[in-house]
């Protein structure tokens, strides 16, 4: 699926302000956390400050008065607001309505939000980049977790792996700028990363909070999130490399082509392991997941938002996870500043 004169121009990324250590975790005796963090590579993450009132929104407001004040955009130009999560300030109405209040932008601009987990940052540009056109030219998407709040704390498998995050992302309308997507779902593989309780299929009730151990000798809650590592990576290292070869093979292009290659922090054994399938250079894979740890759907944000200045051609971006879901992008050229922020 191709997308014409649809631009990238600003890429604002933010942490939380509180920063905790994996080796502080309680429920873990020292050797065990030592051993985790050696092979994860994450010593530290960020999480909301809930003691303080942190909230997603408060990040989003920071990326997108940001990302507002360094393009010098008007707020009456911008035609629309898109939020990209797995979570929302509120079951309704959606994070964008609020965001278009927040930000003080004009009552004729659209505002929805979208539920993705790993590939949203791919799938909020194609379709924010969907609605650009000479009339609707400007377009903020706001891509973020708060993935600890369904993090439980005990759970060794995934308690020392996420980060909360944000970003904001401008996009306008832009003659010679393109990008072609692809996607790949696979509902079946539903229930390697899920949250059991809290939807309309099981409600919260008191089994939601009752302590289980899974069939890996993990200590878990149905409210929080359940993840099959194995299933996950297989999926990852099968699948992720053959969608980038597929729209390589689309665009007449091989992988030498390709002068960067941004792809979801998930894991950095995984990551290393399609580095290596792919055959791809290490200065054309920027790896960050050991500084910030795995920040869901913000993770190719947070890569973009730490180039400060980028202006190249040929541009693979890959997000991939839960659902189970892929979402490739290829750009013939890139163009855009960019700045990461901490709360």
């Known amino acids: 699926m191709k997308l014409s004169n649809k631009k990238i121009s600003y890429v604002c990324g933010i942490l939380p302000s509180k920063k905790v250590q994996n080796i502080d975790n309680p429920y873990f005796d020292e050797k ?37 004040e360094k393009l010098g955009w008007k707020k009456e130009e911008i035609k629309g607001v898109i939020v990209v999560s797995q979570n929302h300030e509120y079951r309704f109405p959606s994070t964008a309505v609020l ?15 979208v539920v993705m987990g790993c590939s949203g940052y791919v799938y909020g540009l194609f379709c ?15 891509v973020g977790d708060p993935i600890n709040d369904f993090v439980y704390p005990k759970n060794q498998s995934i308690a020392f792996l996420f980060s909360d995050a944000a970003s904001c992302t401008a996009l306008e309308y832009a003659p010679g700028f393109e990008a072609d ?21 099981y409600l919260i009730c008191e089994d939601s909070f009752k302590e289980y151990e899974d069939d890996n ?4 809650i149905k409210s929080c999130m359940e993840m099959k590592g194995l299933e996950v990576f297989n999926f990852t290292y ?6 980038i070869l597929k729209l390589l093979k689309l665009k007449n292009l091989e992988i030498e ?20 399938k792919l055959k791809i250079k290490d200065e054309s894979f920027p790896i960050n997941i050991k500084a910030y740890g795995n920040t869901s759907c913000t993770s190719i944000a947070i890569l973009l938002a730490e180039e400060k200045s980028y202006q190249k051609s040929n541009v693979i971006m890959a997000g991939f996870g839960v659902g189970l879901s892929i979402g490739v992008c290829f750009f013939n050229k890139l163009d855009f500043k960019s700045e990461l922020l901490f709360a």
């Open 238 to 243: 099968r699948n992720v490399p053959e969608v």
């Open 217 to 220: 000798e993990n200590i878990n």
């Open 99 to 113: 965001l278009q209040d927040e930000l003080g932008l004009s009552k004729d601009c659209f505002a929805y939000d």
């Open 181 to 201: 997507f692809i996607f790949e779902t696979d509902g079946s593989g539903r229930n390697a990363i899920i949250v059991p309780h809290g939807g309309s299929a």
């Open 128 to 142: 924010a980049m969907s609605h650009l056109n000479e009339n609707c030219d400007k377009i903020l998407l706001f």
């Open 257 to 276: 082509n390709i002068n960067s290659f941004f792809l979801h922090q998930a894991n950095y054994y995984a990551l290393e392991q399609i580095k290596e």
């Open 32 to 68: 065990t956390k030592n051993k985790i963090i050696r092979l994860s590579g994450i010593k530290e993450r960020y999480v909301l400050d809930r003691d303080t009132n942190e909230t997603m929104m408060s990040l989003y407001k920071k990326a997108g008065f940001q990302t507002i």
